[in-house]
């Protein structure tokens, strides 16, 4: 037998036309994507696309209806011990033990994946400094903030020496600064560790930094490539505007109908380019009471592949147009 070149690019993790369902909910249909070795992949969608669906199956302990998953080329229903054992996994939902301390929890975790007792020490000390807990090591895991929470479980998926990280949604809930902090870990791992990461999320910004973001949406895959290829390849340049009055609004329909992209509440996207923002200016702009020009960006995508906002625009315009006047009010560009 010689040497199989195909080795080498065997991908981290395989999804081969996976479907799941759960009564009369397709959760996931046919679903289809690679993430390649040390790759930063990230799943984007919003509530009930199936990402957790998705991270369970991969996680092995939920079995797909039909089609093939494999993680480090072990299929994870047939060899699920072997895939589970190369990865690391934080789930969506916490499931630290409260009662254990910071170093309890960890050692807890070594001991079930059969981590040697003195390799258990290293990799904790290890991984503690890495996600900045090494003077919380001794407290109750119950007096951490739901940050400090999150990076202890992010520690923990790593005690076992995991090459594959999987994150469901490691940033929900928390403030941006801590956001921004494990996001900062997430590439860290990545960068120095090599590993492979695999994280869940609905927030558009936090995508921008990685390498392939892969839209789901109602259990399909719509499209999956680097951000800026997702960009120049769908992302459109919108023109946002509130209307001042039902009949500003009416008018503005009418008139631009085959440019309408979507409405949300009182605001109306125009599909636009510079020349269309002055002719909309000369013709509309002391009907407004809100202006905003978007360029093509990550949002625009999830928008002309959905038809839908990912994130809740009705309550931001809400917010915004809340402080103008009616009629003439100035503009936000
Ligand atoms: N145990 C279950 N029983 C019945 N339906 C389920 C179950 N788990 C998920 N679903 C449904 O399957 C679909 C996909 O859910 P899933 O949790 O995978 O989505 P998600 O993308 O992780 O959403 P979220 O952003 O809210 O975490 C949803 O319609 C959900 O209601
Ligand atoms: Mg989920």
């Not at 020490?121 to 900045?132: G, N, Y």
């Not at 999956?224 to 609004?249: E, M, S, Y």
Request: charged share 30%; glycine share 6%.
């Amino acid at each position: 037998m010689t040497d199989s070149p195909t080795l080498s690019t065997t991908p981290a993790i395989r999804v081969d036309a996976v479907s799941k369902r759960y009564g009369r909910t397709l959760a996931l249909d046919e679903i289809s994507f690679d993430v390649r070795e040390r790759e930063l992949f990230a799943l984007l969608g919003p509530n009930g696309a199936g990402k957790t669906t998705l991270m369970h199956i991969l996680s092995t302990i939920l079995a797909p209806d039909s089609g093939v998953a494999e993680v480090a080329g072990s299929d994870v229903v047939r060899a699920a011990l072997e895939a589970r054992s190369r990865l690391g996994i934080v789930f969506q939902e916490p499931s630290l033990d409260d009662r254990l301390t910071v170093r309890e929890n960890l050692n807890l975790h070594g001991l079930v994946f059969g981590v040697p007792r003195k390799l258990r020490k290293e990799r904790i000390d290890e991984m503690l400094a890495l996600v900045e807990l090494t003077d919380w090591a001794d407290k109750t895991a119950r007096t951490l903030s739901s940050g400090m929470k999150r990076r202890l479980e992010i520690a923990r998926a790593l005690i076992h020496d995991s090459e594959i990280l999987l994150l469901d949604e490691p940033t929900v809930g928390l403030d941006a600064q801590t956001r921004n902090r494990i996001w900062g870990y997430i590439h860290r791992l990545q960068a120095e560790l090599g590993l492979t990461v695999v994280v869940t999320t609905h927030y558009i910004e936090e995508v921008e930094n990685c390498d392939r973001v892969c839209i789901i949406d109602h259990g399909k895959v719509l499209a999956i490539d680097t951000p800026d290829t997702l960009r120049n390849a769908h992302g459109q340049q919108l023109l946002r505007v509130v209307p001042a009055t039902d009949q500003d609004r009416a008018d503005i329909l009418q008139r631009y109908a085959d440019r309408v992209v979507h409405r949300t509440g009182p605001e109306i996207a125009l599909n636009s380019d510079e020349a269309f923002v002055a002719t909309f200016l000369a013709e509309f702009g002391t009907r407004v009471v809100a202006l905003t020009k978007e360029v093509p960006s990550l949002e625009t995508v999830f928008l002309s592949l959905t038809g839908r906002e990912l994130r809740d625009r009705a309550a931001d315009v809400r917010e915004r147009t809340a402080a103008f006047g009616r009629r003439g009010g100035e503009h936000t560009r």
